[in-house]
Structures are given as C-alpha cells and as structure tokens.
C-alpha cells in the first residue's frame, strides 16, 4: 500500500498531465506435466483516454517450476503497434498498423511463503527488435536490451480472490547515447542545433517504475478473472538528432505519469 501511494500522492499532483489508458487480455494456460506449463495470450491495449488503439499483441511463453519455490521462464512476444496519422514519405497520412516489433524474454522468479502471503521476486532480461524502415538509428535502438525487476505480494488466505500488488522497475540497457561539441548552431530553416558525435548504444538507466495493484478471481479452478490497476512514473531520455547522426536538436528526460485500468481471463486446462 504503501508502495503504491508513493505514486499515486505525484501522479495526483500532475492529473491535468497524466495519461490514461486500458488493456484487456485473454490467456490459454496449458499444463503439459506438473511444474510445466504453456502459455499463449492475446492482448489488446487503448491509449489517450481510451480514444484510440495503442497495439495488438500475442505471446506464447513457457514456465516451468522445478521446486516449490523456483519458476523460470522464456517466451516470444509479437507486437503490432497502430499508428494514427503518421506522416509518410510523400507527405501523406497513414493510420493502420506499423512496423511490427518482435520481443523474446527470459526469466526467474523467487517465492517465499510466509502464512497465507505469497512474496516473489522476478528477473526478466527482454529483447525488442523493432523492424521500422523509418527508425532513426541515432535516436532509437533498433535492438533493445531491458531489465525488469519486480517484487510482489499476494495474498491467498481466501479460496476465491487472491489481491496482490507489486512494484517494477525497468531498466533500458543499450540506449543511444552521444557528445555534443562547439555553439549553438542555426540552420536555414531556423532550427538551431549542435554538432552530435554517437558514442554508441551505451546509455544505462532507469526508464520505467511502475505500481500494479489488483487480484485473481477465481470463478472455477478452469477460469480465473484478474482485475487490475496501474501506474506508471516514465523517464525516456529522448535525443532528437538528424538522420546522419551529426546534428543534436534537443535531448533530455521526457517525464510523464500514466494511469492504465485493465482486466484478463485466464483459462487453464
């Protein structure tokens, strides 16, 4: 609880700013023998306000516990991303679905059980490729590196709803990064910049911290319905640069709350 007002008091401080957004999913979750599992989960996500469509995305994954209080995990990620009016080439406006991106991960999760409360603790090491002809390389990984570390509790003490909350925090591996030297420079269009040197994809931090507040309903021992809440303190550093990779427009920390409501069904056979 306390985790989660941490956010919430700041979040509520700049609501005018805050983002909102939705998600639903729905998961297949096959045991294949005990302590081994496999998953596949379609899922769709909302975004300004629920307005419009932010992605599609569909996962397979696979779990497999070798002890009580171990859990690793790999799977594949296909992401669709939709675009609302993104300007093209020629100058014309296009509003579909854009450049997949593909994202396998792997992970381990630690349990420890204290009564009827059910701690964890989960490493994820994720890698995005993301297959935009348009991308500029100077500005965006093309090939992502993260780390997700969240920490999470939930409680089972009754047989049906188990409530959790957890928090994660989210580590960019590999951004761009870069020096800038000499003035301030202005180009015949009246932008100013500076002349940029890529030092590669060397930039580590901290781009993503996010509360997750909610539970799993468990109608039957086949279908469970999970409820949630939450959110997101972001901090991308975003450099604008040209697309040689030799003038520096802007660059900094693009900070921003996002607030996301969203529910699953799961069904496990």
């Not at 998600?23 to 045991?31: H, I, M, N, P, T």
């Not at 939450?230 to 975003?238: Q, R």
Request: aromatic fraction near 14%; avoid cysteine.
């Amino acid at each position: 609880m306390l985790l989660t007002l941490a956010l919430l008091v700041p979040a509520l401080s700049f609501a005018q700013d805050m983002e909102f957004g939705g998600r639903a999913s729905v998961e297949l979750d096959y045991k294949i023998k005990k302590g081994l599992h496999l998953t596949f989960e379609e899922e769709i996500r909302a975004d300004e306000n629920f307005s419009e469509l932010n992605r599609l995305q569909t996962t397979v994954g696979l779990t497999y516990k070798p002890i009580s209080w171990l859990k690793l995990g790999v799977g594949y990620t296909l992401i669709n991303p939709f675009k609302t009016g993104k300007e093209l080439d020629d100058g014309t406006l296009y509003t579909g679905f854009w450049s997949p991106r593909h994202r396998v991960y792997a992970d381990v999760t630690g349990i420890y059980k204290l009564g009827q409360f059910q701690f964890s603790l989960r490493e994820r090491l994720q890698f995005t490729h993301n297959t935009d002809a348009d991308l500029n390389i100077y500005q965006s990984n093309p090939n992502a590196l993260a780390l997700k570390s969240r920490v999470g509790v939930k409680y089972k003490g009754w047989s049906m709803v188990e409530p959790s909350l957890s928090f994660e925090v989210r580590t960019a591996l590999n951004d761009p990064w870069g020096t800038t030297s000499g003035s301030q420079q202005t180009n015949k269009s009246g932008n100013t910049y500076y002349a940029y040197t890529p030092a590669g994809y060397t930039h580590v931090y901290n781009n993503r911290y996010r509360v997750n507040l909610g539970a799993d309903i468990n109608i039957t021992k086949q279908h469970t319905i999970k409820p949630y809440i939450m959110l997101d303190a972001l901090g991308d550093y975003e450099i604008d640069t040209n697309g040689e990779g030799t003038r520096l427009f802007s660059a900094g920390y693009n900070d921003r709350f996002m607030a996301t409501v969203g529910i699953g069904y799961t069904f496990s056979f």
